[in-house]
């Protein structure tokens, strides 16, 4: 069934119930162990089930999308990012050697993000990465959060964020004004630029200012 043939009606529906939850991210690459390392150190989180997957011969196809993948069937790894509720949220590696090493093309995924306690949580975070010789892309103040970019091995956009706002009523207010829905994004910073004036002890309402 394609989106333009989806019932005029489905969304009043699915709109009654509950919200989901985000709970698993999987990457398919042709790049096992540099993603593995790197997710792995970006994240400093361990890896907590490894499968090494069978013979390629052997894979299951599936015919209602060539996409689908078994994780028993390749070389994979799952990474508990929390463990609430139950199972929490979890990030994945599926190894498929047949995959080109860029996903530029591909019309799937266009970046994931993480999500930090504060800011001085996310640019611990980064100072860390931009030490080892990693390199954002890009940094920015949107209003409602503040982001650093950065690519994984596979040129995945990763984006490491945290809230601008800790309070509910202040944040929907920002949303709602018309400075936010007439630039949405916000305002682009340098990475390395704002994260000195952030150590420098700039008062925060001047460094989220847009």
């Known amino acids: ?110 970046h994931f993000q993480f999500r930090h306690a504060n800011l001085a949580a996310l640019l611990d975070r980064v100072e860390l990465l931009l030490g080892a010789g990693l390199q954002a892309h890009r940094a920015s103040n949107h209003g409602p959060v503040t982001s650093y970019y950065f690519s994984d091995p596979d040129q995945n956009v990763v984006e490491l964020c945290c809230n601008n706002f800790d309070d509910a009523e202040k944040l929907k207010a920002f949303i709602d004004s018309d400075a936010f829905k007439n630039n949405p994004s916000g305002i682009d910073v340098d990475p390395k630029d704002f994260l000195a004036r952030f150590r420098a002890g700039e008062p925060l309402d001047q460094l989220l200012k847009i």
């Open 1 to 110: 069934m394609s989106v333009q043939s989806l019932p005029a009606d489905l969304h009043k529906a699915t709109s009654a119930l509950p919200s989901p939850r985000v709970s698993e991210i999987v990457l398919q690459t042709a790049q096992y162990e540099l993603m593995r390392d790197w997710y792995s150190s970006v994240l400093g989180l361990s890896w907590s089930i490894t499968n090494p997957g069978g013979a390629p011969e052997n894979r299951r196809r599936f015919a209602g999308s060539p996409k689908q993948t078994r994780a028993s069937d390749v070389r994979s790894c799952f990474m508990f990012l929390d463990r609430s509720p139950v199972h929490g949220q979890v990030l994945a590696l599926f190894e498929l050697p047949e995959l080109s090493d860029s996903p530029s093309r591909d019309p799937g995924l266009n």
